[in-house]
């Protein structure tokens, strides 16, 4: 029995990342993956200081997807480097809009695949 149970839950992880993989294109032209900014607060001050750009993909407002679920996938098969791109254009455009209400030393990490310095053009 247990094998039988192990042999349908490999079926439904097996269906979720044929989803996933089948929607990501569409998402990223509708705009489904949504940019968030997780402060970060300085020991010294106790004031935020910097921030991590986190990623979720929403539908409709609603998680459509945890990022431990399709971030993996998307190393795996190459998606990630359009996923980071998309991330810092949304960053970069907010940055732009907001940059100037922010403290002078306020900083934005984001998340850098491995995978992008396998690309030709990465590092001069």
């Known amino acids: 029995m247990t094998d039988s149970m192990d042999l349908k839950e490999i079926d439904r992880q ?25 402060p970060k607060v300085s020991p010294a001050s106790g004031k935020i ?3 991590e750009v986190l990623v979720r993909w929403l539908r409709d407002g609603k998680m ?3 990022p ?27 940055l732009q809009e ?12 984001l998340n850098v695949s491995p995978l992008h310095f396998e690309e030709p ?3 001069p």
């Open 68 to 94: 431990a679920v399709y971030i993996p996938l998307f190393e795996q098969n190459g998606f990630v480097i359009s996923l980071d791109y998309y991330v810092y254009e949304k960053t970069f455009r907010w």
């Open 49 to 51: 200081s910097s921030a």
């Open 98 to 109: 907001f940059s100037r209400q922010l403290p002078a030393a306020f900083r934005i990490s």
């Open 14 to 38: 097996e269906k979720i990342q044929a989803e996933i993989l089948h929607y990501f294109h569409q998402a990223l032209k509708n705009e489904e993956f949504q940019i968030y900014f997780q």
């Open 121 to 123: 053009d990465i590092l």
């Open 64 to 66: 459509r997807w945890f």
